[in-house]
């Protein structure tokens, strides 16, 4: 039997991330001023974010370099191992042969880090004192608070209340690598006072939380903001998954027919993904890329292609997403990485293209894939990865029905060990379907008034 | 800079654990029977073990063979990585040369699937349909689960009531793996519809819970019993952590001259430590090995060495130990895993004959040392690994005060991701540290009335 784990060395840690702007036969539309409506520049990213991270944001080269310092922070996880699923084809007694890509094995536990770090590396760089973030679970502000302990930079996170309410261990995490977590909405913003004078008792929101940061940062000379998925940059970031990805399955002397990752902005399925539609850009191969989506927030696969905003509040610039609507709330699904109303703009276009396609899953379904995964694999996964597990199961069960063997290959985000509660619902009978109907589509967006696309 | 990590690929699993047995100078004594107080032979380990770990427990060979079966699920997360940590010598300012094993990486989080595993296979290979444990925290209780449900074995885990009702989040982590908990003591067994009856509020303890997983096994042919550390055949299944760090460090060029590791009942200990004390044995090379306790459960640097009950109650066979009295009760700290009042027989009789050494930390130096490393390396440790990191820092430090650099190697023996809230307490000022004066140790041990060691 051939190894179950394909392991790189830390050389083989890859120098450039991967810019699939470049090869895009149709480029992304320009972000509008969320007032004029009117094209905007790099220039209107300034208060927030550092200078070179506004120039990946906008850059059409190829091939963008690693940082030397930003690889050997890198090597205390990556590269992360590549698994042939042996344990889950026997389960499922599938000709096609699974593999899987394990993001868990990073000090927080997702693929989030790929990004955070080097993002606090250009800050340092340019003499950034403070960055702010919002989480909601937890998984972004960990992964932020990690990389911020390496430079010595301060690290504030706001927390939706609800959740360091409900979710304490993720905060904890963040306190010991000296981040400061704030419940949002806070008194520390003019945002959150006013929420809070509104309504006292709120248990907040994303969109709370997000305009706190970006008020602190925008603020203050010495604070930037940090954002954890859809913007390019943080895809560009996460490409360094699917690089070493592709190196591994030469290795196993395999290629994938399909590549598989759980959606919420995107940056999880570009880090996976795009390196293997390279190959399709390149050398003309045609591997199928799958964007897996909860059916409780559905934007891919029954939202629409339009302009709208990055937050609830409409403060962010406008862009061309697929999306249910800026005011679209996501059932509590513990997902909570992918309860997101919108797509990142490099995958919207892709989408819009055909150059790759997207499923749903429903909560029950996806835990179920959980369970059959741990049970057959040993690790627990994360709600989130769950979702590109079932995925990769049904395309799996289609092989068996069709009596051919394919492979798959699916992006492992995360680990669930911050997530046990949400088994228990599971095996408590406490998880439900959440499907939402046409109307309640039809609802959400029928109160969209941002620019369409023609 | 040299690699971070030094990794090994899956056909460099060893094939044969390593008994210490066999080049120890002085033999363990043998076990009394708890009422007649005459050696036992191994018969009387029947009712509770498959033959082939009782052979195990008893055997004088060097080397024991590894099964296939068991080398393939190892596969699932071994060999584990063994860092050079740049991070911690740099924060420390030493000219130590500082790495640490990692066993974290398995799926239940820790090295204790390194001998639920073989145990599960040795009793699924003898017809056994299910196995019994207790558990305290939850370590050892889901390293079983995982390892059961690979074979396909029933598992019922006897959880003290108050880590049940405190710490639900190990129990959940079972049930994914198909385990059975039941929080102890309960009403299936007579020892805990007993205890029930005298009081039916207790939370239970770790000694209640072995009585009624040991009941189970006892009166059910088809159901055996299995223990997480203490026992020899424990201890050997763990030296895969140290054969595989032998081979690790001579590949990093370098061979310790200090091997350190957390101590409960010793397999931790045991599993790093043994295959380099063989390198003292057989090559002649003067490598210190550095058990690392809690100040407030000092069995080793406090305790006496004589015959002793391994269970509160008084029901195992007398094993020649380290302890404190079977009737102690350590303080309730975080490392749940040390909290035990005895060392397992090959250790104890290693340190009576000064073959290794042992120090002893309070609960507040440990804690620092954990948020020490997890600011430098990234992973936040488990509570009982802190106490190995602990150690490490102090030797670091000495190299630092005498201006010698020493290589110094730790197992880091699990992730503290179930464990925030330890953490949390540290952070509030709520950790204390629980020093035991001469006259706590004087009067549980002023109790004993086992047999002497002359």
Request: charged share 20%; glycine share 8%.
């Amino acid at each position: 039997m051939k190894p179950r784990k394909i392991l790189l060395t830390e050389k083989d840690i890859p120098e450039k991330w991967y810019n699939i702007i470049a090869d895009m036969p149709n480029k992304p539309l320009p972000p509008l001023h969320p007032v004029t409506k009117e094209p905007i520049g790099p220039d209107a990213l300034e208060p927030l974010f550092p200078m070179e991270l506004i120039k990946q944001e906008v850059t059409t080269d190829k091939w963008v370099d690693i940082p030397d310092e930003v690889r050997h922070i890198y090597s205390l996880w990556r590269p992360t191992p590549l698994y042939r699923a042996y344990g889950l084809e026997k389960a499922l007694d599938t000709p096609a042969k699974i593999y899987y890509k394990y993001e868990g094995v990073s000090p927080s536990g997702s693929h989030k880090p790929n990004t955070s770090v080097p993002q606090a590396y250009y800050n340092k760089k340019e003499g950034i004192k403070r960055i702010t973030t919002e989480t909601g679970a937890g998984q972004w502000g960990s992964a932020l608070a990690f990389a911020c302990n390496h430079f010595n930079i301060e690290c504030e996170v706001f927390m939706v209340k609800l959740s360091y309410l409900q979710k304490p261990y993720r905060k904890i995490m963040m306190n010991t690598w000296g981040a400061k977590v704030f419940p949002s909405p806070s008194e520390i913003t003019q945002a959150g006072k006013k929420v809070l004078a509104e309504d006292p008792n709120t248990t907040g929101s994303l969109g709370i939380a997000i305009s706190e940061a970006v008020e602190r940062a925008a603020t203050r000379d010495d604070t930037k903001y940090a954002l954890g998925s859809v913007l390019n940059h943080v895809k560009l970031h996460q490409t360094i998954i699917g690089q070493e990805a592709v190196a591994q399955m030469e290795i196993a002397g395999d290629m994938p027919d399909i590549v598989i990752a759980p959606f919420g902005g995107g940056s999880n399925f570009a880090g996976l993904a795009f390196p293997f539609l390279r190959l399709n850009f390149d050398e003309g191969r045609n591997i199928r890329c799958i964007a897996s989506e909860p059916s409780s927030c559905p934007k891919l696969t029954r939202g629409v292609f339009r302009y709208d905003f990055g937050d609830t509040i409409g403060m962010t610039p406008l862009l061309p997403m697929y999306t249910l609507g800026h005011n679209f709330v996501p059932a509590p699904i513990h997902a909570g990485g992918l309860r997101y109303h919108g797509a990142g703009v490099i995958v919207s276009q892709l989408l819009k293209d055909k150059l790759i396609e997207a499923v749903a899953h429903d909560n029950i379904e996806v835990f179920k894939a959980g369970v059959t995964f741990a049970k057959a694999e040993g690790i627990i996964p994360a709600p989130e990865a769950t979702h590109g597990i079932a995925t990769a199961i049904a395309e799996a069960e289609k092989c068996k029905h069709e009596g051919v063997s394919r492979t798959i290959l699916f992006n492992l985000c995360g680990h669930g060990n911050f997530d046990m509660k949400a088994y228990d619902d599971y095996f408590s009978g406490n998880i439900v379907k959440h499907e939402l109907s046409e109307v309640d589509i039809h609802q959400s967006l029928a109160k969209l008034d941002t620019p369409e696309i023609l």
